[in-house]
Nanobody, 120 residues
Framework: QVQVVESGGGLVQPGGSLRLSCAAS????????MSWYRQAPGKERELVAT????????RYGDSVKGRFTISRDNTKNTVYLQMNSLKPEDTAVYYC?????????????WGQGTQVTVSS
């Protein structure tokens, strides 16, 4: 059974930091491209950061470049999102996503999301 579970969201003041975690199970984590997306009220879901399984470059959304860092620990089947210099416009539900190809089929798994609110 596949599980993708985010944690670490909460309320933080502008300029503050948060670290999100995403623990995954039920598939070969080391083979998956792991990504963070976010969706603010009334807006479409957008890519925040993505990290390939191996040998590829990480990629960030323009609005978070230089402030957010994605990392992964394949020994713990966990991906992280370190968020610094947070702004009110970073307020959104943050989702963890896993993509992997198995037997020529693309599998796409989502977590339930964790709320991040940046406000004074």
């Amino acid at each position: 059974q596949v599980q993708v579970v985010e944690s670490g969201g909460g309320l933080v003041q502008p300029g503050g930091s948060l670290r999100l975690s995403c623990a995954a199970s039920g598939f070969t984590f080391s083979s998956a491209t792991m990504s963070w997306y976010r969706q603010a009220p009334g807006k479409e879901r957008e890519l925040v950061a993505t990290m390939p399984s191996a040998g590829g470059s990480t990629r960030y959304g323009d609005s978070v470049k230089g402030r957010f860092t994605i990392s992964r620990d394949n020994t713990k089947n966990t991906v992280y999102l370190q968020m610094n210099s947070l702004k009110p416009e970073d307020t959104a539900v943050y989702y963890c996503n896993a993509k992997l190809t198995r037997m020529s089929l693309l599998y796409n798994y989502w977590g339930q999301g964790t709320q991040v609110t940046v406000s004074s």
